[in-house]
C-alpha cells in the first residue's frame, strides 16, 4: 500500500502546474525512474510540505528556485535545499566542512538567532542553534553548551535548564525564561554527535566516541566564527552536562592543541579560539573516582536512598567496588538494584513513574519532542521536515557505551590546559545520583594540576547567592589568589537535581 500511494503521489507531482499553469521549474523534465528522479520527486516533496510554513520574504526569494541551487547575493552564498533556504559558509581550510544557516524567530525573539547545520562531506549534518546575549552582545563571552547521554541533543538543555524558554503546556508552548545563560553570555547549543536531536547521517552511520566528535565540533567552531566574527574576540567556554563531562575535555583538548599549531604556524580563515574555561555539571569525567562513590552516596550522603548505612544493602553495594574499578563495566550492576526503588536517579527527592513520566523520568522530555517536530518549528530551524526529533538517541548511547568510551579518563586530558591558565569549573547538585556530587569533588581533589596541593588544602565556604542572601551552596577553590573563582573550583549545589537545578 505503501509503494502504490508513493507512486500514485509521484505521477501527481510529475503533471504538477504552478498557479499559472506551467509546469513547476525544474521538474517538468523528469521521467520516472532512476535514483536521480527519485531524489527530485523526494526534494519536490518536501517543497510542498514545507513552503506553507516560511514567511513571505523568504517564499518570495525561493520562488522559482530549483531544490539544490546555489545562487550569491550581496556577497553571500545561498542554497535552497529540501525547500528551505539557507546560507552557505565554507572556508578554505576545511574543505570537507560547510554551514547551513537560517534565522529563525522562535523562542526569545528579542534576540539575534541563528540556526543550521553543519555538513561534513555528505555524511554527517550535525544541527545546532544560537542566541545572542540579552544584555551586551559585543563584550559578552561565547559559550557553548553540550548535554549529555550519550545521545541525547542540546534542545533538552535549551528547553528544560538553561535556554531562553522552558517548555510548557505539554508541548505546545514555550514561556520566557529570565534565568536563562543568554542573559549574560552569546550561547550556542549544539547537537552532538551525528544522530542526536536534529543531527543526522545521510548513510545512518554514527560517532562512536569522543575524540572524533571533538574534531567535528572543531570543524564547526571555525566555521561560525568565520561567519559571525563579532563573537570571535571574547572569551570562549565549553559548559556540559552528565556525558558532557566526557565530551567537554576531549573538545578542550583538541581545540587547545589546534590553537597551539596555528600559534607555530598560522593558516589563514582560522582563527584562534579563545578557549577560557571549560565547565562541566553533573559529569561523567573520571569513572574509576566516580563509580566507586555511588555507595557512599546513596548510603551517607544528604538523601540517603537506605536507612542503615552499615545495612545489608550498603553492604553489598561496597562489595562490588573493587571489581567495579578492576572491571569497570561491572559498575553497571550496582545501578540495577537501585533503579527498583522508584526514585528519579537524576533527582533522587523526587518519586519516577516511568510510565507517565517517560524512561528518564521527566515528562518535559515528551514535550520537547511534540514542540521540536511541530513542523512551522522546523521550517523555522532550517530543519528538513522528514527529519524526526527524539530527545535521546539510544542507539548512539548502545554504540559509545560498546566502544568503552564513558569508561575512559576524560581528566586526564584537562591537567595541560589547566596549567596553561584555563580556568577549570565543576559543579554538581546535590540531589543527582548518576553523577553525584562526591564523586566529582574527589577527582577533582586528585586532578594532577599544578593546582592540586592548593586545592586539597582548600576547606568548603559557604555559598551564598548575591540576589537572595540565602545559602546555595558550597564552594572550593585554588589558584586566583583569592579574588576569583580560582582556576580550578568546585561546587555544590544544595536542593538540586541533575537536570534542573531547583527544588522539586
Known amino acids: 500500500m505503501k509503494a502504490f500511494s508513493f507512486l500514485f503521489a509521484s505521477s501527481i507531482l510529475l503533471t504538477a502546474r504552478s498557479a499559472q499553469g506551467n509546469p513547476i521549474q525544474g521538474y517538468d523534465q523528469i521521467v520516472l525512474g532512476g535514483k536521480e528522479a527519485f ?6 516533496q518536501s517543497d510542498f510540505s514545507t513552503v506553507e510554513y516560511l514567511n513571505d520574504a523568504k517564499k518570495a526569494i525561493l520562488k522559482g528556485k530549483h531544490n539544490m541551487q546555489k545562487w550569491f547575493h550581496d556577497g553571500k552564498e545561498f542554497i535552497k535545499q529540501n525547500g528551505l533556504l539557507y546560507e552557505l559558509v565554507s ?12 534565522e529563525p524567530k522562535l523562542c526569545d525573539t528579542t534576540v539575534k538567532q541563528y540556526s543550521g547545520y553543519l555538513d561534513v562531506a555528505d555524511d554527517k549534518h550535525l544541527f545546532f542553534w544560537f542566541f545572542e546575549s540579552r544584555t551586551s552582545p559585543k563584550d559578552a563571552p561565547l559559550v557553548l553548551w553540550l548535554n549529555g547521554g550519550p545521545g541525547c541533543s542540546s534542545s533538552t538543555g535549551l528547553l528544560f535548564e538553561l535556554g531562553p524558554c522552558n517548555i510548557a503546556n505539554d508541548g505546545t508552548n514555550t514561556t520566557h525564561n529570565p534565568y536563562s545563560w543568554n542573559s549574560h553570555a552569546n550561547v ?45 574576540k571574547q572569551p570562549f567556554h565549553i559548559a556540559a552536562e552528565s556525558y558532557g563531562g566526557t565530551y567537554a575535555p576531549n573538545i578542550a583538548n583538541v581545540i587547545y592543541q589546534e590553537n597551539k599549531q596555528l600559534g607555530l604556524a598560522p593558516v589563514p580563515h582560522l582563527k584562534h579560539i ?9 559529569g561523567l569525567t573520571d569513572p ?43 559498575c553497571y550492576h550496582m545501578f540495577a538494584s537501585l533503579m527498583q526503588l522508584g526514585r528519579n536517579p537524576y533527582d533522587v527527592r523526587i518519586k519516577c513513574d516511568r510510565a507517565k513520566d517517560g524512561d528518564l ?8 519532542e511534540t514542540w521540536m517536530n511541530d513542523p512551522k518549528n522546523k521550517a523555522a530551524l532550517g530543519v528538513n521536515p522528514e527529519q524526526s526529533f527524539a530527545s535521546c538517541n539510544m542507539d548512539v548511547n548502545k554504540a559509545f ?4 568510551d564513558g569508561m575512559r579518563n576524560s581528566a586526564r586530558l584537562l591537567p595541560e590546559l589547566v596549567n596553561d591558565g584555563v580556568r577549570l569549573l565543576v559543579y554538581a547538585g546535590n540531589a543527582d545520583m548518576m553523577c553525584n556530587f562526591i564523586g566529582n569533588e574527589r577527582w577533582v581533589e586528585q586532578l594532577d594540576s599544578k593546582f592540586r596541593q592548593e586545592f586539597s588544602a582548600t576547606k568548603a565556604a559557604p555559598w551564598i547567592t548575591s540576589r537572595s542572601g540565602k545559602l546555595a551552596g558550597e564552594v572550593r577553590a585554588a589558584g586566583g589568589a ?23
Open 39 to 44: 531524489q527530485r520527486l523526494s526534494n519536490l
Open 91 to 102: 572556508i578554505p581550510s576545511f574543505q570537507d566542512h560547510q554551514l547551513r544557516v537560517t
Open 361 to 368: 523520568c521527566y515528562k518535559q522530555l515528551l514535550w520537547i
Open 401 to 404: 557505551a560498546m566502544q568503552g
Open 288 to 330: 574509576y573516582i566516580q563509580m566507586a562513590s555511588v555507595p557512599d552516596y546513596v548510603c551517607e550522603g544528604p538523601y540517603p536512598l537506605y536507612n542503615d548505612p552499615q545495612g545489608p544493602e550498603c553492604q553489598a553495594l561496597r562489595s562490588k567496588i573493587p571489581t567495579c574499578q578492576r572491571l569497570i563495566k561491572s
Open 188 to 232: 550556542i547549543f549544539l547537537d552532538q554527535p551525528v544522530n542526536v536531536g536534529f543531527s543526522y547521517a545521510a548513510d545512518g552511520t554514527t560517532v562512536n566516541n569522543s575524540p572524533v566528535a571533538g574534531k567535528d565540533v572543531y570543524a564547526f567552531l571555525e566555521l561560525f566564527l568565520n561567519r559571525f566574527p563579532e563573537y570571535s
Open 482 to 504: 583569592g579574588f576569583t573563582a580560582g582556576n580550578v573550583t568546585f561546587v555544590n549545589v544544595f536542593e538540586a537535581g541533575y537536570a534542573s537545578f531547583s527544588s522539586p
Open 274 to 282: 579563545n578557549l577560557a574555561s571549560v565547565i562541566l555539571a553533573n
